[in-house]
């Protein structure tokens, strides 16, 4: 999809960067196209109003959304951080200006990924995954599935080629599982796809902004999975802990 649009408008039509932006956009949507054309054989018995009722029903839980946020833009400007004290460079020589005015620049992000993107993902193959290989294995499934979604984009939307490209490509698939994992342990706790579109948004808005080389991608790998492992060990905390006191509550009522 991205090849037919995006390669024809700007090889036959030589359209402008943002025109280019815009098809990206819509390239984003093609999970929730697919999954909006397959929805009667995915989901029988129940009804496109009824899949999104159930997906934005649970109440999102503001804690939960700041401290995904959190963990979002700290672990990608403690990389940013971490970058520079190793090359001995000034913080914010990695950062630019957005290529768009900001509020182009938001709407683009938007409507991207967060909104194309979720339905299809965490709105439906995320379930499926869980029921079949787990909430870990069907995270980490998820995780690689989405990376690699976005194979295309590693080779005509980046600028990393030859052995560079090999720790970009590796990098993209460690990131998109963990803040996979981190998607799906929030809607563990709050199961609202509102929750997995903001994390999505914060990180590609964030992302708009920086420029870095290869290296800042390499140590991102390192922090984001440190950040994944340590909400998988809070929600298995929390969970153990409430069923000790399920456990306990019962006991009591004999």
């Known amino acids: ?3 037919g649009i995006c390669g024809t408008a700007s ?15 819509l390239c984003a949507w093609s999970p929730t196209i697919v999954f909006l054309l397959m929805f009667k054989k995915l ?10 009722l159930k997906a934005f029903h649970e109440k999102v839980r503001v804690n939960l959304l700041i401290f995904a946020t959190l963990a979002v833009v700290g672990g990608t400007l403690l990389s940013v951080l971490i970058l520079s004290v190793a090359e001995k460079k000034c913080f914010s020589s990695f ?5 768009y005015s900001l509020p182009m620049t938001f709407i683009l992000s938007v409507l991207s990924g967060p909104t194309g993107e979720e339905s299809g993902w965490r709105g439906y193959l995320r379930n499926e995954l869980d029921e079949r290989y787990g909430f870990i294995n069907g995270s980490i499934v998820l995780g690689v599935v989405w990376a690699f979604w976005h194979t295309v984009l590693w080779f005509v939307d980046s600028d990393f080629t030859g052995s560079s490209l090999i720790p970009y490509i590796i990098s993209n698939v460690v990131v ?9 342990v929030t809607l563990k706790r ?3 796809l509102f929750n997995a579109i903001w994390i999505h948004f914060v990180f590609n808005f964030l992302y708009c902004f920086l420029a870095a080389d290869i290296w800042f991608y390499v140590i991102l790998s390192v922090v984001y999975a440190s950040i994944a492992l340590c909400y998988l060990l809070i929600y298995y905390k929390k969970g153990n802990r409430e069923i000790k006191e399920s456990r306990i509550n019962i006991s009591c009522t004999h």
């Not at 989901?43 to 999104?52: D, Q, T």
């Open 43 to 52: 989901k029988p018995g129940i009804s496109l109003k009824e899949f999104y």
């Open 1 to 3: 999809m991205v090849l």
């Open 95 to 99: 950062f630019r200006a957005g290529m």
């Open 190 to 192: 709050s199961d609202n």
């Open 176 to 184: 998109m599982t963990s803040l996979a994992i981190i998607m799906n």
């Open 11 to 25: 090889m036959a039509f030589h359209a402008s960067g943002l025109t280019m932006r815009w098809l990206a956009n």
